[in-house]
């Protein structure tokens, strides 16, 4: 079996919040800089050395040449190509996403303006092709208005954190950007951010199972709630028994009660950081059963058969 191949995470991610560290670049050396376009052709033709050059100076710190090169010799064994996946600007850093030929190796990269790399993560994939070919048999919108980005979703761990566990696998994590970063102001209180307190509307017609209104909502970036990581939530079952959830919704804004009949596009809660969640924003899944822990996640049939990723753009009503 081939080994986990962990990385070289300089702009560390969390459960949604890339932190930037940009580092300056010693004078004259960005000359020698290869583009992101041309990054994964250089680290598949084993150019590490020329590569490392490229590292921010934190980076450097974190790993010796020596490392890097045997860890990109390692990971790109059997590998005949890359193909990018997606492109995404997140918070003053750009975003680069690569899958290998055969599906089963992912390359995430984060550059600054001037080429520098900040970030680097080599991680095989897994791949669940029986449940990634079933969907629901409803079909369903978003349950927010107007547009958000996918900060996580799609079938593989490279654009989809939850996709490896078997209940959240086909989750999707929104998020509201404007100029390139989801908050305005101080980072650690929720009202900066551009999607706490957005309407949550219901994605499809329904009956109200499951609710939760009393979890506080955490201090972005310094706390989340493990023992309650769905926060509060609304649980709906639809028809042919299925399940859509939404979760980390702001305290006390749930405005339905169990039993409760919704109809598409009915308001019935606002956004919040309640759970295990690190920054405001929508958790949206559907599952197999009422007790989404023990169920399973269900791929989301879309209305106009979208099917978005990470860094995708989406609308809700």
């Known amino acids: 079996m081939k080994k986990i191949i962990m990385l070289i995470i300089v702009v560390f991610l969390t ?138 979703g799609g079938t593989n761990e490279l654009v989809n954190y939850h996709y490896a566990s078997e209940v959240q696998r086909y989750a999707y994590d929104l998020l509201i950007y404007e100029n390139d970063s989801s908050f305005d102001g101080d980072p650690e209180d929720n ?34 709630n493990e023992e309650q990581p769905l926060g509060n939530h609304i649980i709906i079952e639809h028809d042919h028994n299925e399940y859509s959830v939404m979760g980390h919704l702001q305290e006390s804004s749930v405005q339905v009660s169990e039993g409760d009949e919704v109809n598409t596009g009915d308001v019935i809660a606002a956004v919040g950081n309640s759970g295990n969640s690190s920054e405001p924003h929508m ?13 399973s996640s269900i791929r989301i049939q879309l209305e106009n058969g979208e099917e978005p990723i990470r860094g995708d753009r989406v609308n809700g009503f």
């Open 15 to 152: 459960l949604l919040v890339a932190c930037n560290n940009e580092e300056e670049s010693t004078e004259g050396e960005t000359d020698e800089f290869v583009s992101p376009e041309q990054f994964i052709d250089e680290f598949l033709e084993g150019e590490f050395e020329k590569l490392y050059k490229q590292l921010s100076d934190s980076f450097q710190q974190q790993v010796s040449l020596e490392e890097f090169e045997g860890l990109g010799q390692d990971f790109n064994e059997g590998v005949q190509s890359y193909e990018v996946m997606s492109v995404t600007p997140i918070r003053g850093l750009t975003e680069y996403q690569w899958i290998s030929n055969e599906g089963n190796q992912g390359i995430r990269g984060h550059f600054a303006d001037d080429d520098t790399i900040e970030g680097l993560q080599l991680t095989p994939l897994s791949t669940f092709p029986e449940s990634d070919d079933t969907y629901t048999e409803n079909t369903y919108h978003m349950p927010v208005v107007g547009e958000w980005l996918v900060f996580w």
């Open 191 to 224: 009202e900066s951010y551009y999607a706490f307190g957005q309407d949550v509307v219901a994605p499809l017609d329904g009956t109200v199972v499951s609710i939760e209104n009393n979890i506080h909502d955490n201090t972005p970036g310094i706390e989340t």
């Open 283 to 295: 958790h949206f899944q559907v599952s197999d059963d009422l007790d989404w822990l023990e169920g």
